[in-house]
């Protein structure tokens, strides 16, 4: 009887692990329209992690960016309402190390580069 309920325990925890890590990807899992309104993004899951694709670009925006683009890969949930991976800036084509902070319906994207010396910061809004 002993064993039964530690394996009941243990399969318990691990089926809450599994929907907790799937809670927290959902979280930013859907579409967000980028700060100056000109481009949405949709992240979703990719393999272990999230990602990000350019789903609508504004007519005339100034940008080298294209629908379909990837710009954020391999973010890995850290911590709470925390994402780390790489995000790929359209006007210069680098790769950069990304954080995802996620604060009520408003997501903060940064890209650093200098060790995170130097830093941008985008806002992004839920639109799906």
Partial sequence: MKIWTTAMWLF?????V????????????GVWRHESGEAQVRFAPCGDAVCGRI??????????ARVG???FFAMKHIGPDLWRGKTLYPEDGEIYDATVRLKTAVLTTSGCVVGGLICKSVRWTRVG
């Fill in 12 to 16: 318990a925890l691990a089926l809450g």
């Fill in 18 to 29: 599994t929907l907790s890590s799937e809670a927290v990807a959902g979280d930013i899992v």
């Fill in 55 to 64: 789903v609508w670009i504004e007519a005339g925006a100034p940008t080298n």
């Fill in 69 to 71: 683009d990837r710009i």
